[in-house]
């Protein structure tokens, strides 16, 4: 979203708008590495449509998408980071006839070999690297909280849905360890996979339906950001910049 894409946008140097097809891109230098800032929509099949089209006509090195999510435990508060090591779409399931759901995962081919899989891991040294600069990385406290938010690692999981219901969340952890819900981690990875491009997302906690529902909804369904809406993805933008800036170091 433009809210959240602001956050990296404000701290370009020499930024050019470089449109991506039929998506807003704008290129410039943060932390000593030319980047590229890709405002793709919401929803999965946004998220696909862009991730394709910047890997067939510019290929890029790494892909890292940012942005907020809902937590999937109780623990995870307004501002925590989520690196996610791995990615699930929890929405790619068969229901039985009885009423049973399977999870069927991921299921997609590349040069005429299939890939058949529960989750699609991250680029480990980008987790890895996220995960050490987590540890020293100052993170504001969320409007109207004392504590600095926490990182973690662990799974995001993506699908065209907003959960509220909490005993659906906790199955969605049950299930697969998730620590967020967004709705585009997973159709990214799996272009990343396609195109063999080394991917990793990484995650802020915008609100927590096990705590407390988010009120109100736009007329598509989604969250309302309210007053939120200058800070969802602005912590996670924090730990991006300061990823790029030990990429370019290394």
């Excluded at 508060?77 to 399931?93: C, E, L, M, T």
């Excluded at 799996?190 to 997302?201: H, K, S």
């Excluded at 995650?203 to 950001?225: C, F, Q, V, Y």
Aim: glycine letters at 10%.
């Amino acid at each position: 979203m433009e809210s959240e894409a602001i956050h990296l946008r404000e701290r370009l140097s020499g930024a050019v708008e470089l449109p991506l097809a039929r998506w807003r891109r704008t290129r410039g230098d943060l932390a000593g590495q030319r980047v590229d800032i890709i405002v793709c929509g919401i929803g999965m099949i946004n998220a696909a449509a862009c991730a394709s089209a910047l890997c067939v006509l510019d290929r890029p090195p790494i892909l890292l998408n940012y942005g907020c999510s809902g937590a999937h435990r109780d623990d995870l508060g307004p501002g925590d980071i989520v690196i996610g090591d791995r990615v699930v779409h929890f929405s790619a399931q068969i229901i039985r006839p009885d009423g049973s759901n399977e999870y069927m995962g991921f299921d997609y081919a590349v040069d005429g070999v299939r890939t058949q899989s529960e989750t699609i891991p991250s680029a480990p040294d980008l987790v890895a690297r996220a995960e050490a600069c987590g540890r020293t990385l100052t993170i504001p406290p969320w409007p109207g909280y004392q504590d600095a938010p926490r990182v973690h690692v662990g799974p995001v999981a993506s699908a065209d849905i907003w959960t509220q219901h909490a005993a659906t969340i906790r199955g969605h952890h049950d299930r697969h360890g998730s620590l967020c819900e967004e709705m585009e981690a997973a159709a990214i990875a799996q272009v990343a996979a396609i195109f063999g491009v080394p991917f990793l997302p990484i995650k802020d906690i915008s609100n927590n339906e096990l705590i407390r529902s988010t009120p109100g909804a736009t007329k598509r369904g989604w969250p309302s950001l309210g007053e939120q809406e200058n800070e969802v993805g602005r912590r996670a933008a924090l730990l991006v910049e300061a990823l790029i800036a030990d990429l370019a170091t290394h």
